[in-house]
């Protein structure tokens, strides 16, 4: 007799491939958080969907584009006008700070008190935002070839924006502030209190725990970071108090910040490069010999307070030569 | 399904993975559907024999690689969605195409609690129920994506 078809065909039940898929999956996941190998291995592996990342950048380009190409002559006079009286405010007040400048280093000479110094920095430009709502991360266009490195401190025009997470060739990741993987020790502006602002998943709030009730807070304060981690520079605004609770258990306070960089609207992006380097070899030989080169320069120098795109480029074609050997 | 089929699959779901990583603006990314998952849907419903877990697997390592997620995240969250729909693609053939999207939001749901489970066990989330938002609208969408790639796929001739 012959068997009957059943109505149904049976597919495959996967039990097994999905076996193995759980398997290597968490493989991957606990051998990325072990091992320093993985991130090669992924920053290589990143280079193979960058096409996909270059694709999906296309339409907001076509619209930046578009606009562009469609704004009126009016409007672009206008913009042009507002710049220009922009730069004309800033220029007045770099020219303000620099008496200040000397005049602080006057002072501080007369208090035999260390000099602080400049900061160097290059400038970077946003690749993409994440496209993923509960982590706030986005790429921007410097990687290991400019000398980026995992920990690096990142600004926007504003105040400070995050942290380099990971570095590939050409691109590398910043965490920034309000990530709620993100902490950064800050200190109140006005009266150098020292606190730690955390971030809640939420762009426009940071959160400040353990705050003391009896501490002299205030919203509307400015916090700046304190330096103390010893991987952010000193002195750059993070964040403004935004709310100041008293908590039911009436030893703490609930405080709330309102970081000052705003992601969703910067372009363009600096990478300083702290004095206080972090200890560990994951600093580019290359990038430390271009600081080298031109830092600590002397005031006189044109380009004391920046890292000479030049200089490093040169540093770099030696490190590689010197490699090929 | 000769090559060609292949290829359309492949396309389709390179497809919905550029819509699930284009960029939008900061309030709208709790609002895209789940592109990559739905589409992933239907293939492992129309032809159960050809796509499954393994697509599944390469797409979200594919998605971990872009999103910057722990690798592995995803790869499993997309591998472990292929097969719930594998499990259950019969009760597809048997349902109303409403009844369907109940159970693909259902699945997806399942799926995008899984990707929340793992992102707690990586760190510390902002945790709320908007997470189900892309599941919900995946499954909304389902008819009209389940209809018209039905129409495609008969067209092109890929069984």
Known sequence: ?325 | MGPFGYLFVWFTLLLALCLQVMPLPDAWLIWRPDWLGVLLAYWCVATPQRVGVLHGFVLGVMLDLIEGAPLGQNALVMSLLAYLFLLLYQRFRVYSIWQQAVLVFILLGIAQLVEQWLRTIFGPVSVSLEFLLPALIGALLWPWLFTMMQVVRRRLGIA
């Open chain 1, 1 to 325: 007799m012959r068997p009957i078809k059943p109505l149904f065909s049976y597919g495959p039940i996967p039990t097994y491939r999905m076996l193995l898929c759980a398997v290597l999956a968490f493989g991957l996941m606990f051998a990325e958080h072990r091992f320093s190998a993985v991130e090669t291995a992924r920053s290589h592996m990143t280079s193979v969907v960058a096409p996909i990342q270059w694709l999906v950048s296309l339409p907001s380009e076509g619209m930046r584009w578009g606009a562009m190409a469609v704004s009126d002559q009016q409007s672009l006079i206008d913009e042009n006008g507002r710049l220009r009286e922009q730069l004309l405010t800033l220029s007045n007040r770099v020219q303000r700070m620099a008496s200040l400048t000397a005049q602080n280093v006057h002072l501080r000479e007369l208090l035999n008190a260390p000099n602080p110094d400049d900061v160097p920095y290059i400038t970077a430009e946003l690749l993409s935002l994440d496209s993923d709502p509960f982590t706030q991360q986005m790429v921007i266009d410097r990687g290991r070839r400019d000398g980026a490195y995992v920990g690096q401190p990142v600004m926007d025009a504003s105040g400070l924006i995050g942290q380099v997470v990971s570095v590939s060739a050409y691109t590398s990741r910043v965490l920034m502030v309000a990530d709620a993987n993100h902490a950064v020790p800050v200190e109140i502006n006005r009266n150098g209190l020292r606190f730690i602002a955390q971030g809640t998943g939420q762009l426009d709030t940071l959160n400040i725990p353990s705050v003391p009730a009896t501490a002299d807070i205030r919203e509307g304060d400015l916090l700046v970071t304190s330096g103390l981690g010893g991987r952010f520079p000193r002195g750059y605004p993070v964040a403004r108090v935004s709310q100041v609770r008293p908590e039911s258990s009436q030893t703490f306070m609930q405080v709330t910040a309102e970081p000052i960089s705003q992601p969703e609207r910067s372009r363009y992006f600096l990478l300083l490069f702290p004095p206080e380097r972090p200890q560990d070899d994951t600093l580019d030989g290359a990038e430390r010999m271009a600081r080298a080169v031109i830092w600590p320069g002397d005031p006189g120098h044109p380009n004391a307070n920046r890292i000479d795109e030049d200089a490093l480029t040169a540093a770099l074609t030696l490190i590689q030569a010197k490699e090929e050997e």
